[in-house]
């Protein structure tokens, strides 16, 4: 972070003494200096960059130049570099591209060989246009030098583009063409171009020309969110927070004395930006005299980094449902009488079929009130000695077959009225039995058990899946206790009816 805050400052207060810098915003004026330059001796022309500007092609002269690139029928047939070639001085500061050239600048020159710079090159294979950090040394050259045409813009910036290949070539370092008088032909008479690097010493320590000045940097870190809007014509609104932000304070060393701002004048700009382009921030600084030289002022850049989230509103399905049916049948086991006597026995008789009714009125999405009526078979086995009774074997007694609780019930629900749907119940009511009888063998005993009607109370446990506000698919377990007397005993029993069934909402 600190680098990269030392960077900005270095970049944002250049901007205040430097002249306006060239519009160089392609690959072409981006150099390698991590590397070193590789030394390129091979003949020119291999990849050429911009093969309608080749000398092979006729081009010797700024006219013959000129006649190229206005020619249509070239940018058509070079569909592909023709508007590389055209973004390139765009991006070099001829707003206008290819028509803002004219005679007056494109000029023939001699680049000297050994000279550093990058050099384009078109890959036709892989459809790539791009640059290597090379020493130009080619051969097959003049002995003047490496021909090529020098493109200067109104404001005295300039690029290359090399006679044999039509590649373009920038030089890394200051360039100063030497002018020979117009129609010489040796090599004292014609342009040269010679490559000077520049050097930085250390400066004297700075006295009473600057001021060490604090620098105020702050980043904030904001959320947007963005939702469905409710206003006319308005797709989403936008709400923004403020996460967290980070601040560093640094000091430098500053030659406008007076404390500085940034430029009012600077406006944010939009830019296209294709493979041969360079964007660079610059934000420039102006002193504000209304501080004159008070140094506890600082120097305030905020910056900000946004996170937009946009949030689709879920609509949850709402059911409008007064009544429900539901149909259930399955099977039930009942608990078994004991007898106080170590001579006769009981044992289960296994399970049976059951079934269920059940209409409720739905007075609120959680909670139903209605009355329900069970198909329910009590039945056990015995060895008493009935009248007729087969000895060695057991009678089947029927207490009721089946018997039926009539009865009022509250149910409660949780969960989704579409999808998933548990509910628990509590009813209470009273049961009638029906078809008493007692069997041996399949036939029927004079003697019946006479089961009379009693309390019956229950308690239901159920899940269900609802495929829609009106149909569902659901299981539920259940305890039921019968309090019923009969003329062989009185009972307490228990069934325990399982059952699968359908639920139906309108």
């Not at 920038?170 to 342009?191: K, L």
């Not at 086995?381 to 009539?406: E, F, H, R, S």
């Not at 062989?488 to 399982?498: E, F, K, N, R, T």
């Amino acid at each position: 972070m600190r680098a990269y805050i030392i960077f900005f400052l270095i970049i944002t207060c250049g901007t205040i003494y430097a002249q306006k810098p060239c519009y160089q915003h392609s690959r072409l004026y981006l150099f390698d200096k991590h590397n070193e330059p590789r030394l390129f001796t091979d003949t020119l022309g291999r990849r050429p960059q911009f093969p309608f500007l080749q000398r092979k092609n006729g081009i010797t002269s700024p006219e013959a130049f000129l006649k190229s690139i206005r020619d249509p029928n070239q940018r058509a047939k070079y569909n592909r570099t023709f508007p590389a070639f055209d973004l390139l001085l765009r991006n070099s500061g001829f707003v206008n591209g290819y028509k803002d050239l004219n005679a007056g600048n494109i000029r023939k020159v001699y680049i000297t060989p050994g000279t550093i710079g990058n050099l384009g090159f078109y890959d036709r294979e892989k459809n790539i246009i791009n640059y290597l950090y090379v020493k130009l040394n080619p051969a097959g050259e003049s002995p003047d030098g490496i021909e090529a045409w020098k493109l200067t813009n109104k404001e005295g910036c300039f690029l290359y583009i090399l006679f044999t290949c039509g590649n373009a070539f920038y030089p890394n370092g200051n360039v100063a063409v030497v002018p020979v008088p117009i129609g010489g032909t040796g090599s004292g008479n014609c342009c040269r171009t010679i490559t000077v690097k520049t050097s930085v010493t250390d400066a004297a320590p700075q006295q009473t020309d600057s001021v060490k000045r604090p620098a105020l940097l702050r980043i904030n870190y904001y959320r947007a969110y963005l939702t469905p809007s409710q206003r006319k014509n308005r797709i989403y609104d936008t709400a923004v927070i403020l996460i967290r932000h980070k601040d560093t304070l640094i000091q430098f060393k500053d030659r406008l004395v007076v404390p500085a701002r940034p430029d009012s004048g600077s406006r944010i700009k939009v830019y296209n930006v294709c493979r041969d382009s360079l964007i660079q921030m610059r934000i420039p600084l102006t002193g504000d005299s209304a501080l004159q030289t008070d140094i506890v002022h600082p120097v305030k850049y905020v910056m900000a980094d946004t996170v937009f989230e946009k949030e689709e509103t879920v609509e949850e399905t709402d059911c409008e449902n007064t009544w429900e049916v539901s149909v259930e049948t399955g099977k039930s086991w009942n608990s078994i009488p004991r007898l106080n006597d170590p001579v006769q026995h009981t044992q289960t008789n296994g399970s049976q079929i059951t079934g269920t009714l059940e209409i409720s009125r739905i007075l609120a999405p959680w909670f139903q009130l209605g009355v329900s009526a069970s198909y329910i078979v009590l039945s056990y086995q015995d060895d008493i000695n009935y009248p007729g009774y087969v000895a060695g074997t057991y009678n089947t007694i029927y207490l009721g077959k089946p018997i039926i609780p009539i009865q009022l019930f509250g149910k409660f629900n949780f969960g989704k009225p579409v999808g998933f749907q548990s509910s628990m119940s509590l009813s209470f009511g009273y049961s009638i039995p029906t078809n008493g009888k007692i069997e041996d063998n399949g036939t029927v005993l004079t003697t019946a058990p006479n089961l009379k009607g009693d309390f019956t109370a229950g308690l239901k446990f159920g899940i269900a899946y609802y495929f829609s506000c009106h149909v569902g698919l659901g299981a539920s377990f259940a305890g039921q206790y019968f309090n019923n007397k009969s003329d062989l005993i009185a009972y307490s029993l228990y069934a325990l009816p399982v059952q699968l069934g359908m639920h139906f909402r309108f």
